[in-house]
C-alpha cells in the first residue's frame, strides 16, 4: 500500500488548512485510515482516524476543531484532514497512515510521508 498525502504549508493561527491522503495497492483490505502527528523531542500522536464504516476517532487536543472524512466513489481510499481554528501548537509533522489486512490475513501497518503544518501566531 502506498500513501501519497497533500495539503501541508504554513497558515496563521485561527486559519485553516485541509490535508488529504490517498492509498493505493492492491490485495489488501482497509481497516482505518488517518493522522498522526509528531514534532520533535515528542512521540508520535493521534489526530483522527476513520474505520471503513466512517466512524470516526480524534485525539482530544483537536476534538472540535478538526473533522476527518472518507472519500466516496473513485475516491473512497482517500482520507480528508479539515483543520480549522489552528493554534501555533497545531505545528508538527503530519504522518497519513493505514492499516488492514494483506491477502494472507496478515495485519499491515502502512506510513505515508510526512507532511509539515506550520502554525504561525
Known amino acids: 500500500v502506498q500513501l501519497q498525502a497533500s495539503g501541508g504549508g504554513l497558515v496563521l493561527a485561527g486559519g485553516s488548512l485541509r490535508l488529504s491522503c490517498a492509498a493505493s495497492?492492491?490485495?489488501?483490505?482497509?481497516?482505518?485510515m488517518g493522522w498522526y502527528r509528531q514534532v520533535p523531542g515528542k512521540q508520535r500522536e493521534l489526530v483522527a482516524t476513520?474505520?471503513?464504516?466512517?466512524?470516526?476517532?480524534?485525539g482530544a487536543p483537536v476534538k472540535g476543531r478538526f473533522t476527518i472524512s472518507k472519500g466516496k466513489g473513485n475516491a473512497v481510499n482517500t482520507v480528508y484532514l479539515q483543520m480549522n481554528n489552528l493554534k501555533s501548537e497545531d505545528t508538527a509533522v503530519y504522518y497519513c497512515n493505514a492499516d488492514g489486512w494483506d491477502r494472507y490475513l496478515d495485519y499491515e501497518n502502512f506510513w505515508g510521508r510526512g507532511t509539515l503544518v506550520t502554525v504561525s501566531s
Open positions: 495497492g492492491s490485495g489488501f483490505e482497509l481497516n482505518s
Open positions: 476513520i474505520n471503513t464504516r466512517g466512524s470516526p476517532t480524534y
